[in-house]
């Protein structure tokens, strides 16, 4: 990338990975996060980001060091199992006469797994919430979600797999490891075909234990398996919490997205989410707007949004062997009472699958 002194330039950085997240640094150079997810934050100075697969940030970065070559470079936020531990690197080169270094310097990226780091930086993200760029927050609720997020396994006939003793590994939402159905959901539903999904997704956990404990029993492993969707009416206001887990002794941060839809972070924090006192500190003045967040390792986010995108859509684990083992749902919102609050017809010719 090459640059002029005394410029700034921004960087429109996309995670397009598809099982980690990444920290990211210009070496020498200090960054200026001003947007996430399309959507403008209150600028934030930092020396790095972490950002998981599926988002995206816009950052500045000023060329005001002795012009020179510098490495930017990028590596995994992991904290279990196995990881690609590379790191992925590109030279910031500026114009000029002079004479190019032997090894151009490297960032000092964080650890693999450095957790405070990871949160230390996301916790600074916050709209811009002025006049230009306002925010319009649910303050009431009218539906309530707690949805817990965890690895399971799934018995094998004669113990046959390659999981944990003969098992093969899986996901869930509230116990559930969803099962993609042979036709669409959004088929399913818009031409109203039978049995195709069960629209009894719970809000809640189906038992609560210490979520983020050590040695969780096994009775904890095998989820239920199905397809499952949540209904929801249109222009409600609707809250989840996701609260990670520590089944499989398997915690790990887990970006969790909502297609057909930006949502506020109003809350996060680590350990189990109390309901009594967690949510007198939610942020509803300048929450981050964002169509993925990562919940962290062993802690819980509570996001809120309002249900007025008539559609069915996906949400899901953007680790995509996470998704790919069932860590997914659908939430279904239904037409408003007018044709511009309700599901588009789809086009006369579709192409097939």
Known sequence: MMVDYGKTYLLRIINAIMNEEMFFMVANHSLTVVGTDGAYIKPINTSYIMITPGQTMDVLIT?????????????????VGAYDNTTTTAI??????YTPPSTPPLP?????????????????????????YPVDVP????????????????????????????????????????????????????????????????????????????????????????????????????????????????????????????FYVVGNGTGNFDNSTDPTRYNLVDPPEVNTVGVPKNGWVAIRFRADNPGVWFMHCHLERHASWGMDTVL??????TSS?????????????
């Open 139 to 262: 303050q009431t609720v009218d539906t309530h979600m707690y949805i817990t997020i965890s690895m399971n396994t799934l018995p094998c006939v004669n113990n046959s797999c390659d999981g944990p003793d003969g098992s093969r590994l899986a996901s869930s939402l509230n116990n559930i490891s969803f099962v993609e159905p042979s036709i669409d959901v959004l088929q399913a539903y818009y031409k109203g075909i039978n049995g195709v999904y069960d629209t009894d997704f719970p809000n809640e956990p189906p038992y609560y234990f210490n979520f983020t404990g050590d040695d969780l029993p096994d009775t904890l492993l095998t989820p239920e398996r199905g397809t499952k969707v949540k209904v929801l009416d249109y222009n409600s206001n609707v809250e989840i919490v996701f609260q990670g887990t520590n089944v499989m002794n398997a915690a790990e941060n887990h970006p969790m997205h909502l297609h057909g839809y930006s």
């Open 63 to 79: 060329a005001d060091q002795s012009p020179s070559y510098y490495y930017m470079a990028s590596r995994a936020y992991a904290v």
């Open 108 to 132: 000092n990226l964080p650890n693999y797994t450095d957790t405070d780091a990871a949160a230390n930086f996301t916790v600074r993200l916050r709209s811009l919430a002025n006049e230009d």
């Open 341 to 353: 609050t309700s599901m588009l017809e789809p086009p006369s010719y579709l192409n097939p699958c």
């Open 92 to 97: 910031v080169q500026y114009n000029g006469n």
């Open 332 to 337: 279904i919102v239904k037409n408003g009472t």
